[in-house]
Every structure is written in structure tokens, then in C-alpha cells.
């Protein structure tokens, strides 16, 4: 079965530092970018991070600079560190496959996140 | 930036209604990369049609979506009890590199 496990949610003050872990299982990680998502309390999806399949990294402005995307393929694991973090952080933070569907002989393909996990929360208050 | 506005932020329809979800680009999006996504409470979202008009696995065919360059809809044919929830709309590939929308809540009316 194709799955995505979060961990390392907790609270934490601001100015601290939190880890969360992404376990997947049932598919080869190595071949797939992957992303945080999170979620703010009756609020909609912000995109956190990616990572692609050779390392590279992406984050929007608002969490450029304080969080890293990290992947070990070897454990089938994807980390995002958290840095800073403010009390606009607070949210729960998804991890999730980015796939690409190649047309045959198109010369392009389709991309869309297409497995997700359940999430953990990351609270962030004094 | 591409900000991707969707319409209307909440829409009161019975069971067995046609519902028509808007998402609307700051500019041209690659149809391509546009991806829509039902989200239950307490459930993380789930990919309903990609490349605009491209239904997931499993979807069932009420969901059909359409559009092209800043203007995409997601139309549900009947409303099924189960279908009451929240929509997104996603794009990928342009800076940010991906961008959500800020949802339409499908409640019963």
C-alpha cells in the first residue's frame, strides 16, 4: 500500500526549532519529488516546500530562509527542519507525492500531488 | 507571483444539484499543471482531476473539469451527499513554483 506517515509535530515557543519526518512506504521514493503542505486551523492549503529527485529545493517567500526540505532516500524519508518559527506557523503539516504522468509522444506531461498523509500538528505559542 | 482566486467561497446547493466551482489565474496557467482537490474535515485532500480536465483514479464522472489559460471550472453534475466539502485549486511550475487556491466550501443547503 502507497503511504505517507508524518511525525515530529509538537508545540514549540517562537524563536524555536522543530523536525518533521515523513515516512513513505509501497512506492520507490527515490523517483518522486516531494512537498510539505500545511494548514492553519479552518483556514485553506499553503505550499511549505519541495524537494525534486536530485535535491533541489523550492519554498515560497514566506518560509524562505527559516525552513529546509530534506530527503534520505536510503530510509524513505523526507525532513523539513523548522526554524524561527512564528506563531503564523501554526498549522498541520502534510507531506506529498508529486507525480508526473509523461504523455507518449507528446513531449510533455501532467504534474499533480497525488498521495498524501494525514498530517501532524506543529504548534507554535508561549 | 501567480495567485490563483476562487468563486464563489461557499456554495449552498442540495443533493442532486449541478454545483460549477471557478478558480481564476493572476495569469496564464499551463492546463497542463492546473490539478483540482476535495478536502473532508479532519481529512487530508484528495486529488480529484489534473492536467485541468483529467479525472484521478477512481474519481467518479459527475466530477468533469474545463478551462484553459486563467479561467478553469470544476463542475459536479449531481450532488451526492458524500460530495460536500472543500475545493481546491492547484497550479505547479510557475513562481512560486506551486500555488493553491483559497478553496470553495460546497455546503448543504
Known amino acids: 500500500e502507497v503511504q505517507l506517515v508524518e511525525s515530529g509535530g509538537g508545540l514549540v515557543q517562537p524563536g524555536g526549532s522543530l523536525r518533521l519526518s515523513c515516512a513513505a512506504s509501497?512506492?520507490?521514493?527515490?523517483?518522486?519529488?516531494m512537498h510539505w503542505v500545511r494548514q492553519a486551523t479552518g483556514k485553506g492549503l499553503e505550499w511549505v516546500s519541495a524537494i525534486g529527485t536530485a535535491g533541489d529545493t523550492y519554498y515560497p517567500g514566506s518560509v524562505k530562509g527559516r525552513f529546509t526540505i530534506s530527503r534520505e532516500n536510503a530510509k524513505n524519508s523526507l525532513y523539513l527542519q523548522m526554524n524561527s518559527l512564528r506563531a503564523e506557523d501554526t498549522a498541520v503539516y502534510y507531506c506529498a507525492r508529486g507525480d508526473r504522468l509523461v504523455v507518449p509522444g507528446g513531449g510533455y506531461y501532467y504534474y499533480y500531488m497525488d498521495v498524501w498523509g494525514r498530517g501532524t500538528t506543529v504548534t507554535v505559542s508561549s | 507571483e501567480i495567485v490563483l482566486t476562487q468563486s464563489p467561497g461557499t456554495l449552498s446547493l442540495s443533493p442532486g444539484e449541478r454545483a460549477t466551482l471557478s478558480c481564476r489565474a493572476s495569469q496564464s496557467v499551463s492546463s497542463r499543471y492546473l490539478a483540482w482537490y476535495q478536502q473532508k474535515p479532519g481529512q487530508a485532500p484528495r486529488l480529484l482531476i489534473y492536467g485541468a480536465s483529467s479525472r484521478a483514479t477512481g474519481i467518479p464522472d459527475r466530477f468533469s473539469g474545463s478551462g484553459s489559460g486563467t479561467d478553469f471550472t470544476l463542475t459536479i453534475s449531481r450532488l451526492e451527499p458524500e460530495d460536500f466539502a472543500v475545493y481546491y485549486c492547484q497550479q505547479y511550475g510557475s513562481s512560486p513554483l506551486l500555488t493553491f487556491g483559497g478553496g470553495t466550501k460546497v455546503e448543504i443547503k
Open positions: 509501497g512506492f520507490t521514493f527515490s523517483s518522486y519529488e
